[in-house]
Nanobody, 121 residues
Framework: VQLQASGGGLVQPGASLSLSCVASWRTYSSSVIGWFRQAPGKEREFVALIRKSSGTTYYADSVKGRFIISRDNPKNTVYLQMNNVKPEDTAVYSC???????????????WGQGTLVTVSS
């Protein structure tokens, strides 16, 4: 297994949830880790990304100010802290590894299995 996302579940609107993405050492050696999501019946969309070396981040406008992406390099893990979640955040969240500081899914070569986040009261 090269990438493994976890932490999804059912949460109420306004609550917080933290997702984790653990990568094997070989895959984690790449420079950028991104989170993407796909809601039922919709196309995959970019959520956030982080550069492994510098920690530089970039967010989609829809999550800016609510979500925080971070990394723990010794643990080969990237986190997505989701705060003040909304029903429209419901989706399968996946992490991916690439070499470009890009929000395009096509620039990411290694994908992990997703984890389902459902926001509902």
């Amino acid at each position: 297994v090269q990438l493994q996302a976890s932490g999804g579940g059912l949460v109420q609107p306004g609550a917080s949830l933290s997702l984790s993405c653990v990568a094997s050492w070989r895959t984690y050696s790449s420079s950028v880790i991104g989170w993407f999501r796909q809601a039922p019946g919709k196309e995959r969309e970019f959520v956030a990304l982080i550069r492994k070396s510098s920690g530089t981040t970039y967010y989609a406008d829809s999550v800016k100010g609510r979500f925080i992406i971070s990394r723990d390099n010794p643990k080969n893990t990237v986190y997505l802290q989701m705060n003040n979640v909304k029903p429209e955040d419901t989706a399968v969240y996946s992490c991916a590894i690439g070499s470009s500081f890009s929000s395009s899914g096509s620039d990411y070569k290694i994908w992990g299995q997703g984890t389902l986040v459902t926001v509902s009261s």
